[in-house]
């Protein structure tokens, strides 16, 4: 037998060895994947639906600044201040 051979079928054991194995704890029911869509759940119970923004690295850091300075989350901080925004357009 070839060294190549040797080294596939050595390899096709260590996977075979690693399918067995099954999924190490982390990725269990305790890890922060099972977390998030607890969160996720939770977000869509209360009504709060995901956005995702591009936006100027300025304007995030003053974004950043204002949600400190607020002591809040920076999610809060930005409902905020479009709510502002939008209340004052009507």
Not at 33 to 49: C, F
Not at 64 to 90: M, N
Request: glycine share 6%.
């Amino acid at each position: 037998m070839k060294k190549t051979d040797m080294e596939r079928l050595k390899g096709a054991r260590i996977a075979g060895q690693l399918k067995q194995a099954g999924a190490p704890a982390r990725y269990g029911k305790d890890s922060a994947l099972e977390s998030r869509r607890e969160r996720r759940r939770r977000e869509q119970a209360l009504g709060l639906v995901p956005v995702a923004l591009k936006l100027d690295a300025p304007l995030v850091e003053r974004l950043h600044r204002h949600a400190q300075r607020r002591g809040t989350a920076l999610d809060a901080a930005v409902a905020e201040l479009l709510r502002q925004a939008l209340d004052s357009l009507v």
